[in-house]
């Protein structure tokens, strides 16, 4: 089992910084991919950012050149830099992780519980 547990969430006004963080306990070692996702309400989940251990990143356009996600040294953590924040930022924000040997062993990925991210004007 894996637990990936989100801090960092709160209150900001617009333009404002904030950064996310996300560790993982469980049995593994480390980590070979790690995500950031966001609900915001009543809207379905979305894929904000994504990285693996080769240093490979992915960003959903709404957040290119604002937001930057980093893979902790030990693979076993992933960080999410918020610049620049706009009210439609918004969200609960999820960290995940399809880690390869994860899907093959157990099938499936791991969520955290969530952290809220409120951004007003």
């Known amino acids: 089992q894996v637990q990936l547990e989100e801090s960092g969430g709160g209150l900001v006004q617009a333009g404002g910084s904030l950064t996310l963080s996300c560790v993982a306990s469980?049995?593994?070692?480390?980590?070979?991919?790690m995500a950031w996702y966001r609900q915001p309400p009543g809207k379905q989940r979305e894929l904000v950012a994504e990285v693996t251990s080769g240093g490979e990143t992915k960003y959903a356009e709404s957040v290119k050149g604002r937001f930057t996600i980093s893979m902790g040294k030990g693979q076993r953590s992933v960080s999410l830099q918020m610049r620049s924040l706009k009210p439609e930022d918004t969200a609960v924000y999820y960290c995940?992780?399809?880690?390869?040997?994860?899907?093959?062993?157990?099938?499936?990925?791991?969520w955290g519980q969530g952290t809220q991210v409120t951004v007003f004007s």
């Open positions: 995940k992780t399809d880690d390869p040997y994860l899907l093959t062993t157990t099938g499936r990925g791991y």
């Open positions: 469980g049995s593994i070692f480390t980590l070979d991919h």
